[in-house]
């Protein structure tokens, strides 16, 4: 992750024979000593180097990452500034460019060299950032990392195309690194030096391409049968984001890996990049089948679990070779299976068990189930989730017990059972891991800290009668609520291949952008605009219909992957969703597409009718696309 921390001051200071390892290795001196040899020797001469040093899983691993033979001459334009890869991915690479600064990245036709003064900063904060960081979490790292290193091109390589920035290419570089080694581990007979060097060794199926799958989640977060059941909704869908997140760190955790391996998260659905070995598989398993059961034990057929994982070799993921397009055969096969795993859902015993559930004496008012109060456990859980996901602490903890807290249960391989709670205290011996909540802040973290969770938590007013009300008091005008649903057009098939060129004369032309770090750059970036930039732009100025300025009156209930849904004073939704299409639309470089359904209700109108009727909208919506 720290390799190429040197790469900012580097290229600010204009000196061409230096090496930007030099500059890395200043900050390091509170780290581990094989940490600064991989940084030092990572495109160096390692002759003097132990044979099982992790340098040479760190150059397999820079290679693969790449996609290029990294000992290739090094650039000789420092000062590039980095290309939008959805530029690459309408088919117009090199157009446009992104800034350097951190925040919302809005690509520009600007085509100047960026500024040593300016890299300068970013260099002296990184430094100072990363002096700090010894004995933290590898999570903690890589947040600082993606804080200053994402607006950079990786552009070592000359002539190399410089869309992918150094954060997601020294993430995947870090993620390939520890699979080869969990893999070669696990085969002691290989002699790591040799095997990394070896061009066969790129052919072996080193990984495993995993994924996961929640079903059900339109049918649980909207089955709501009360009215003002605004914090019921955020709550049930910021549940069902935490709970995949739980999931992603259990499995890590079984693996012994970090975060660096989380390839995607988003909408109920995940990628994972492991080694091909029995323990990760075993991992994956038991894992899988911990969640499957314990949904089966709280929500019945509601929710489904599934999963899958792929094995793939370092040519499989660099595309290699390209008339045969191995890359996005892994993703093709991954979801067949999974398409599988949910055309033969339950075991026998499985179906007994969903049947012998007992029944509640009593309805729950908000969803409808069996319940032996008034409203059930669960539905009191996403409520408190709903109301702490707005107002509540600025941790989002793991405990041992039960804190007094929202105290949402969960299944853990470790401990059996764990609960999940917000917090402003991280110090406690209860937590067992913690994540931070939309904070761009480097604050020091031990090893407990699983990393930042970008959440779109805009919330405007969570009482719609109040909200109703205030569009006729302000604007004169009728006490209606509008509920917006839209996500991105055919983005499945953007992941899969949306880096191939329609254009090219042969496959290996028309792959020269298809590979993993790509992938990795654009899922991060989909999930940055939808689950954190999202909340800059509902919560900018507006200057509405009749000209009246003022922030919009809206919340956002869920957005996440590409699905968005608002609600709110209803010509503010409208303004919103024209705002958020024209924002995305520039984001991406018109690569990408948002279709949306938008409904005004009474306010007192079922939340549950108004979501299916404004997906019925939204469905519409995408018929009508040009």
Request: aromatic share 8%.
């Amino acid at each position: 992750l720290l390799a190429d921390v040197g790469e900012p001051a580097f290229r600010a200071s204009g000196a061409k024979n230096a090496d930007p390892a030099d500059f890395a290795v200043g900050m390091l001196g509170g780290f581990d000593p094989e940490v600064v040899d991989c940084v030092k020797y990572l495109h160096r001469d390692a002759d003097g180097i132990s044979d099982d040093s992790p340098v040479f899983a760190l150059r397999f691993a820079d290679r693969i990452a790449s996609g290029a033979d990294r000992s290739a001459p090094r650039t000789t334009e420092p000062l590039s500034p980095l290309v939008s890869l959805f530029s690459t991915m309408k088919g117009e690479y090199g157009r446009y460019v992104c800034p350097p600064e951190p925040g919302i990245s809005i690509p520009t036709e600007r085509k100047e060299n960026l500024s040593p003064d300016a890299l300068g900063k970013i260099a002296k904060s990184l430094s100072d950032a990363v002096k700090r960081l010894s004995g933290d979490s590898v999570e903690a790292v890589m947040k600082t990392i993606e804080r200053f290193l994402s607006t950079l091109p990786d552009n070592i390589i000359s002539g190399a195309p410089k869309d992918i920035p150094i954060y997601d290419h020294s993430k995947l570089r870090a993620a390939l690194a520890a699979c080869a080694v969990g893999y070669l581990t696990e085969n002691p007979e290989k002699d790591p030096r040799a095997a990394f060097s070896d061009p066969a060794f790129l052919g072996e199926n080193v990984f495993l391409m995993y994924s996961c799958d929640i079903s059900g989640i339109q049918k649980f977060i909207y089955n709501i049968t009360s009215s003002g059941a605004l914090r019921s909704l955020r709550g049930r869908s910021f549940a069902l984001e935490m709970l995949m997140e739980h999931f992603i760190d259990e499995i890590l955790w079984a693996s012994g890996l970090s975060r660096a391996n989380l390839i995607y998260s988003g909408g109920g659905h995940c990628y994972i990049l492991l080694p091909n070995t029995e323990g990760a598989k075993k991992a994956a398993d038991d894992c899988g089948s911990l969640m499957k059961n314990w949904l089966i034990d709280h929500y019945g057929t509601t929710l489904y679990f599934a999963s899958a994982y792929v094995p793939c070799s370092a040519n499989d993921l660099m595309n290699i070779p390209a008339e045969k397009s191995p890359y996005s055969s892994v993703f093709i096969s991954l979801s067949r299976a999974i398409s599988s795993a949910k055309l033969h859902r339950y075991s026998a015993d499985e179906i007994r068990k969903l049947n012998s559930q007992p029944c509640g004496e009593s309805e729950c008012k908000i969803c409808g189930r069996a319940s032996d109060g008034e409203i059930c456990r669960d539905c009191a859980v996403f409520v408190s989730i709903g109301k702490e996901l707005v107002n509540g602490g600025k941790y989002i903890a793991v405990t041992k017990s039960p804190t007094g807290g929202v105290d949402w249960e969960l299944p853990s391989l470790e401990n059996g059972s764990v609960w999940l709670n917000f917090t402003d205290d991280v110090k406690s011996a209860e937590i067992i891991r913690f994540h931070t909540k939309n904070d761009d802040s480097l604050t020091s973290f031990d090893e407990r800290f699983a990393g930042d969770i970008s959440v779109g938590d805009y919330c405007y007013d969570s009482d719609l009668g109040r909200l109703s009300e205030s569009a006729r008091e302000a604007d004169g005008g009728i006490k209606r609520i509008a509920v917006c649903r839209a996500d991105v057009d055919n983005l499945g098939a953007a992941f899969i291949s949306g880096f191939t060129d329609k254009n090219a004369k042969n496959p290996a032309e028309a792959s020269r952008y298809v590979n993993l770090a790509r992938t990795a750059a654009f899922s991060r970036k989909m999930s940055l605009f939808f689950k954190r930039h999202i909340n800059e732009v509902l919560s900018g100025d507006r200057f509405g219909i009749g000209g009246k300025s003022g922030v919009n009156r809206v919340n956002i209930v869920y957005s996440g992957g590409d699905d968005v849904f608002l609600v709110g004073v209803w010509d503010d939704v409208i303004e919103s969703a024209v705002t958020l299409r024209d924002k995305f639309i520039r984001y991406c470089c018109g690569a990408l597409t948002i279709s949306a359904g938008i409904g005004i209700f009474r306010v007192k109108h079922p939340i549950s009718d108004a979501a299916g009727s404004t997906a019925e909208l939204e469905d519409a919506a995408k018929s009508r696309r040009d």
